[in-house]
């Protein structure tokens, strides 16, 4: 019998990935997906014919006990959330709303319904925030700079403990920054990917971005999944950091990005504080050994490889969007 898996946040960067990953494996894949107005199927529209959509939201109860029940899955990914940190201060009940106590909704929903099914919460570094240790490893205290981080952590905290009061199968990974030629637009990687594109391409004079001193430790997503399925996978339910154990700037970010077009990046980036977040996380640097001696996992792809891939991507949309196959770029 093929294993079936529901997925929360299947549009974006991550269920993206992810379920390519489960479909390899032949899971049979449910993905939650929210009301929306407009197309929300970009990341995955590849996959439609694969998968079953079930419409649903982190806030409402009743879809998330109905999802359970229709889908019957033997593991549950919750990867939905607001995600963007700089719109939780803009946002910041309704950020704790979906990204915080939505957790404890899809939790009571899996108990209710198939408490044996195993649950991947997806936590986040920016809980360590104004980071008490360096590098950042399980142990290391929470200290969020954010509404997000501060619905993370709640997140994180709710899943471990359903899993000390009912002994389910919970799990949180502790995901450093991961990106993609699928990330949002207003993610930092992606925007620098995409304006760089377009001004090789005579298509924008300039990119305004916020703190180019800030550090993060980024990695490219495909990898990241399939820690998330790994640590579903083992004998035990644990919480594992998950990340590349090297960090670097987002001035660093745009020399390599621009480098890559053979830009000079200092004469095309200028600051603009409205970019600039109410409190910064300055430095992120993950310690992932536990998950590379628990899980066997590490990442394979350079943050060098990371931001030319990403480039390369946005260069090819634009031959696509010149012939008309795929809309205009959205801009952060
Ligand atoms: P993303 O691209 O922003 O995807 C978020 C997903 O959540 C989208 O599918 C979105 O749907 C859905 N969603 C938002 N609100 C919802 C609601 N009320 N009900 C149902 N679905 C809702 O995020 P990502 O980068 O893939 O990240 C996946 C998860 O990992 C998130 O929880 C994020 O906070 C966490 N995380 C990400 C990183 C990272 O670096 N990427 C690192 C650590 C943790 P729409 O498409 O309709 O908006
Ligand atoms: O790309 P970012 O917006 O990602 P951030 O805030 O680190 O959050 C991402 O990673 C978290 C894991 O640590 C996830 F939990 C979260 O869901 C999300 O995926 O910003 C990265 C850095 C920040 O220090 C920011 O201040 O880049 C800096 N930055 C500088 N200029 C900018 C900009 N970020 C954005 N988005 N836009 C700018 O113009």
């Given at each position: 019998?093929?294993?079936?898996?529901?997925?929360?946040?299947?549009?974006?960067?991550?269920?993206?990935?992810?379920?390519?990953?489960?479909?390899?494996?032949?899971?049979?894949?449910?993905?939650?997906?929210?009301?929306?107005?407009?197309?929300?199927?970009?990341?995955?529209?590849?996959?439609?014919?694969?998968?079953?959509?079930?419409?649903?939201?982190?806030?409402?109860?009743?879809?998330?006990?109905?999802?359970?029940?229709?889908?019957?899955?033997?593991?549950?990914?919750?990867?939905?959330?607001?995600?963007?940190?700089?719109?939780?201060?803009?946002?910041?009940?309704?950020?704790?709303?979906?990204?915080?106590?939505?957790?404890?909704?899809?939790?009571?929903?899996?108990?209710?319904?198939?408490?044996?099914?195993?649950?991947?919460?997806?936590?986040?570094?920016?809980?360590?925030?104004?980071?008490?240790?360096?590098?950042?490893?399980?142990?290391?205290?929470?200290?969020?700079?954010?509404?997000?981080?501060?619905?993370?952590?709640?997140?994180?905290?709710?899943?471990?403990?359903?899993?000390?009061?009912?002994?389910?199968?919970?799990?949180s990974g502790i995901l450093f920054n991961h990106e993609s030629p699928r990330r949002g637009y207003e993610f930092v990687t992606r925007k620098v990917a995409s304006t760089a594109a377009y001004i090789k391409e005579g298509l924008a004079s300039e990119l305004t971005l916020g703190n180019l001193d800030s550090k993060r430790d980024w990695g490219f997503a495909g990898d990241y999944v399939e820690a998330m399925w790994l640590m579903l996978q083992q004998d035990a339910p644990d919480d594992y950091v998950i990340g590349t154990g090297e960090n670097h700037s987002v001035q660093e970010l745009c020399e390599v990005a621009f480098g890559h077009l053979g830009l000079d990046w200092t004469k095309y980036v200028k600051q603009d504080k409205r970019f600039m977040r109410p409190a910064e996380v300055e430095v992120l640097l993950s310690d992932p050994s536990k998950a590379r001696k628990n899980l066997k996992w590490q990442t394979k792809v350079s943050f060098e490889k990371l931001i030319q891939m990403m480039v390369d991507a946005e260069m090819k949309r634009i031959v696509e969007m010149r012939a008309g196959e795929v809309p205009g770029l959205p801009r952060a």
């Open positions: 019998m093929a294993k079936k898996a529901l997925v929360t946040g299947i549009t974006g960067q991550d269920g993206s990935y992810l379920t390519e990953l489960l479909l390899q494996k032949k899971y049979q894949v449910f993905g939650l997906v929210q009301r929306s107005a407009t197309d929300p199927f970009d990341n995955i529209r590849h996959l439609l014919d694969d998968i079953e959509i079930i419409v649903g939201d982190l806030s409402d109860s009743g879809s998330l006990i109905r999802a359970l029940q229709q889908s019957d899955p033997d593991e549950v990914y919750n990867l939905a959330a607001q995600s963007f940190v700089k719109s939780s201060w803009d946002i910041p009940e309704m950020t704790g709303d979906v990204t915080g106590l939505g957790v404890t909704r899809m939790l009571e929903a899996v108990r209710t319904v198939k408490p044996q099914a195993r649950f991947y919460q997806a936590s986040s570094s920016e809980m360590f925030g104004q980071v008490a240790q360096t590098p950042q490893r399980e142990t290391t205290p929470f200290h969020p700079r954010s509404p997000y981080g501060v619905a993370k952590v709640y997140g994180h905290w709710i899943t471990v403990n359903y899993r000390e009061s009912y002994d389910m199968f919970a799990c």
